[in-house]
């Protein structure tokens, strides 16, 4: 089984600043032929069902800002929001699709300074 | 609109069964690779099962042999059968999909299962 290993646990952001969150698998999720990172990222905010922010590692979601950036390869991935609004406190998570079992971080609570 | 509705959940006692139902509206859950996964209380997320368009299953290690994915193409339908439930089972229970992939932009808002006694 791929292990998805998220840091911080959690992160205090003042409004406006960059938030940075980290994940990291235990074994590459690049599919080499087609060299796409099989790495998403969700959003989950308290009493709701986790929203899709980023696909392919660094594909945003149609509808999601642009202060939220994916990047990262192979096994170490990043999910930026660059200028931190209110709106954006909630719990992030990493998921790799590259094999089953799915597999997800633990999360990394977002929250205002 | 295109959405999933989650449904069946409760209270049931260890080593009890349940089944739990996602409708789905808007596109064809035969058409998509259709998945469960979970949440305990305060946790992270868990991924349970999926059915792909060819009827292909997959499981994870806690529910193999437990649990039991199927759809009903007539109705529309994701089901988990779900026996000899465990304390560790209890859970909000999500459906989830996918369009060709396994990453899920669409969720239910999901259905909560207590397995006490």
């Known amino acids: 089984d791929i292990v998805m290993t998220q840091s911080p646990d959690s992160l205090a952001v003042s409004l406006g600043e960059r938030a940075t969150i980290n994940c990291k698998s235990s074994?590459?999720?690049?599919?080499?032929?087609?060299?796409?990172?099989?790495l998403a990222w969700y959003q989950q905010k308290p009493g709701q069902p986790p929203k899709l922010l980023i696909y392919w590692a660094s594909t945003r979601e149609s509808g999601v800002p642009d202060r939220f950036s994916g990047g990262g390869s192979g096994t170490d991935f990043t999910l930026t929001i660059s200028t931190l609004q209110a709106e954006d406190v909630a719990v992030y998570f990493c998921?790799?699709?590259?094999?089953?079992?799915?597999?997800f971080g633990g999360g990394t609570k977002v929250e205002i300074k | 609109e295109v959405q999933l509705v989650e449904s069946g959940g409760g209270l049931v006692q260890p080593g009890g069964s349940l089944r739990l139902s996602c409708a789905a509206s808007g596109f064809s859950v035969s058409s998509n690779y259709m998945s469960w996964v979970r949440q305990a209380p305060g946790k992270g997320l868990e991924w349970v099962s999926v059915i792909y368009s060819g009827g292909t299953t997959k499981y994870a290690a806690s529910v193999k042999g437990r649990f039991t994915i199927s759809r009903d193409d007539p109705k529309n339908t994701l089901n988990l059968q779900m026996n000899s439930l465990r304390a560790e089972d209890t859970a909000v229970y999500f459906c989830?999909?996918?369009?060709?992939?396994?990453?899920?932009?669409?969720w239910g808002r999901g259905t909560l299962v207590t397995v006490s006694s």
């Open positions: 998921q790799q699709y590259y094999s089953t079992p799915l597999t």
């Open positions: 989830a999909t996918g369009i060709g992939y396994l990453y899920f932009d669409l």
């Open positions: 074994q590459s999720v690049l599919y080499s032929s087609s060299n796409k990172n099989y």
